[in-house]
Every structure is written in C-alpha cells, then in structure tokens.
Nanobody, 112 residues
Framework: DVQLQASGGGLVQPGGSLRLSCVASGFTFGSYDMSWVRQAPGKGPEYVSATNSGGGTSYYADSVKGRFTISRDNAKNTLYLEMNSLKPEDTAVYYC?????RGQGTQVTVSS
C-alpha cells in the first residue's frame, strides 16, 4: 500500500516558521516527483510546491515563493517543506502527494 504520512504542523504566530515532513512507503520514492498541497476550510486544494524525483527542480506557488523551501531525502524516503515568514492565510491542512495519491495531512494554523 502507498502511504504518505505528513507531520510537523502546529500553531505558530505570524512571522514564525515550521518544518513539515512526509515519510513515504509502499513505492519507490526516488522514482516519483512529489508535491505539497494544502487545503483551507471551505476552499479547494492548492498546489504549494513540487520537486522532481531527483530533487534538482522545484516549483512554488506565487503565494509562497521566497518563503517556503521544498526538499527531499531519497535515502530516507522523506519529503520536507520548510516554511518561513508564515502568514494567517497559510493556515490549512498540508498534504504530500504524488501521482499515486495523497496522504494524511498535517494541520498548520498561523494565528496570534
């Protein structure tokens, strides 16, 4: 079974930072492009960031460009999202995903 388990979310004040992790299993992680997707209450999913299988190419939504950094460790089957200068509008459930599906998410709440 494909499993994508995200963690690292929490409550943080505006301007703060969080690092999300996603541990993958059940497939050859290093062969897949990976993404982070978020969904805020009452809104549709938004692609936040993506990276190719080798980690050499990345994509960022305009809303997070310059603040978020995606990375991966293929030896550890783990995807990361470093989030800095967080804003209240970053509040959402964050999921890691690939062409095989989307895993369980982690809640990020940015509030004072």
């Amino acid at each position: 079974d494909v499993q994508l388990q995200a963690s690292g979310g929490g409550l943080v004040q505006p301007g703060g930072s969080l690092r999300l992790s996603c541990v993958a299993s059940g497939f050859t992680f290093g062969s897949y492009d990976m993404s982070w997707v978020r969904q805020a209450p009452g809104k549709g999913p938004e692609y936040v960031s993506a990276t190719n299988s080798g980690g050499g190419t990345s994509y960022y939504a305009d809303s997070v460009k310059g603040r978020f950094t995606i990375s991966r460790d293929n030896a550890k089957n783990t995807l990361y999202l470093e989030m800095n200068s967080l804003k209240p509008e970053d509040t959402a459930v964050y999921y890691c995903a690939n062409s095989r599906g989307r895993g369980q998410g982690t809640q990020v709440t940015v509030s004072s």
